[in-house]
């Protein structure tokens, strides 16, 4: 089964021009674990992405992949 995108972390840090590394900085995680979330490998924690939507000063729900057509 193939991976599927359920998380744009990696866009939206493109678009604010910061990076993973910067990131795991923020949440004291470690830029191995941000790296995992940033290619969909695993998913970060509700809570997690709530942090990330602080920093990036986004709604969280930008960080989702739409369900909606």
Do not use: C
Not at 15 to 38: F, M
Not at 47 to 63: G, H, V
């Amino acid at each position: 089964m193939s991976k599927q995108n359920l998380n744009r972390i990696k866009s939206i840090l493109a678009e604010k021009n910061t990076n993973n590394k910067q990131l795991a900085h923020h949440l004291g995680k470690t830029e191995s674990t941000v790296s995992r979330w940033y290619t969909n490998e695993v998913q970060p924690s509700i809570e997690t992405l709530f942090e990330i939507s602080k920093f990036l000063k986004i709604d969280i729900r930008e960080l989702l992949v739409s369900t909606g057509n």
